[in-house]
């Protein structure tokens, strides 16, 4: 076996217990964090990608939906929310909804990807007859809808459990949670940055809810605002610890801050160093997410693409239509073919596999 060649002399021990398939803890995931040297910490980050996966690079052909950007919660980092009334607000209708499924019926589309705001006066009707109405229309679709913080939302509006909830939900086509609203598990953060929003014990409960209900989930955490490196490992360490637990989260997705339209707009937002890193140290601390998504959306195609060579073996998708990062000023496009993501993955050196949600794989 050829040895990596290190800069930082710091990483040695940290890649005796990564070839050695050990748990790394806090000190070594800041330990990756503060060290200098990128493509070290990459080296090691692909070490556990070509062992879970060898060279395989999947990617989804999906459907984005954002069926409203009404939200009560108000956060600082959001361009995409407004309050009902507000300039730019919106709200499609279940008719709309269908019209843009219908609309893409003769695309081979196997996820449906669902988030909108916590509305304040949709009823739970509302989401129910969503699926239900997506589903009969596509019957063969997997329903991807809802962070936690939305279920949670209409738990409490509705005044039924979470576990209710949900169950609802499933029997009407639910068939996982992208993860989403996580953001960052710091009470110093949320206290500045989105004080109403979902706790994040709340966040967690709400997916475990759902795994133990048989419905995976995606996990998240958005960075490169006001969170120290400190509060990114304590994220990461609390997913693993809920992951150990129930065993329900497939992929890990690190969502980039991006500043402009939002309240935080004198921030820069992370570098293309940061989000390497951020990706590659998600990969060593997550040893039980079996996936670590780049989503070329908030990263840009090119960043996406090398960071297939620094732990990532998932692109996301072909999305068509996403509101959410745009609002906030992103340049990327609102979707890509598949031929696009396939020369995107050969050109990294990797295998493209179209994936469905659960990560099976569809034939060519």
């Not at 809802?146 to 609802?168: D, I, P, R």
């Amino acid at each position: 076996m050829v040895l990596p060649r290190f800069q930082d002399q710091a990483l040695w021990p940290i890649y005796e217990k990564v070839a050695a398939g050990s748990r790394l803890h806090r000190e070594e995931g800041l330990s990756l964090f503060h060290s200098p040297d990128l493509l070290g910490v990459g080296a090691l980050a692909q070490m556990v990608r070509e062992r879970l996966h060898g060279r395989k690079a999947y990617y989804i052909y999906n459907q984005h939906l954002n069926y409203s950007n009404i939200c009560v919660n108000g956060c600082k980092f959001c361009a995409f929310g407004r309050r009902a009334g507000e300039e730019g607000a919106y709200e499609l209708t279940l008719t709309e909804i269908f019209a843009k499924v219908k609309a893409r019926l003769h695309e081979p589309i196997t996820e449906i990807h669902i988030v909108g705001g916590c509305h304040p006066d949709l009823p739970f009707a509302f989401y129910v007859d969503m699926l239900r109405g997506i589903k009969a229309l596509r019957p063969q679709v997997h329903l991807q809808a809802f962070t936690a913080v939305e279920v949670a939302h209409v738990a409490e509006k509705a005044g039924v459990s979470v576990a209710e909830t949900l169950a609802a939900l499933k029997d009407a086509g639910l068939g996982s949670l992208p993860g989403g609203g996580a953001e960052v598990f710091s009470s110093r953060v949320r206290e500045n940055l989105c004080p109403t929003k979902l706790s994040p014990q709340g966040w967690l409960e709400v997916s475990q809810c759902a795994h133990r209900l048989g419905l995976n989930t995606n996990a998240t955490m958005l960075y490169g605002h006001i969170e120290t490196l400190e509060e990114r490992v304590e994220h990461l360490l609390k997913l693993r610890a809920a992951q150990d637990e129930t065993g329900g989260f497939l992929t890990f997705i690190p969502l980039a801050f991006h500043p402009h339209n939002t309240a935080l707009s004198s921030l820069n937002g992370p570098s293309a160093v940061d989000d390497l890193k951020t990706l590659a140290v998600a990969r060593l601390l997550l040893d039980n997410f079996p996936h670590i998504k780049a989503f070329w959306v908030m990263l840009g195609p090119k960043l996406a693409q090398i960071s297939l060579c620094f732990g990532v073996d998932d692109v996301d998708g072909t999305v068509m239509e996403e509101r959410i990062t745009h609002m906030a000023g992103a340049q990327t496009p609102q979707g890509l073919s598949r031929a696009q993501l396939r020369a995107l993955i050969r050109e990294a050196g990797c295998e493209p596999v179209e994936r469905d949600t659960l990560y099976r794989v569809i034939e060519p």
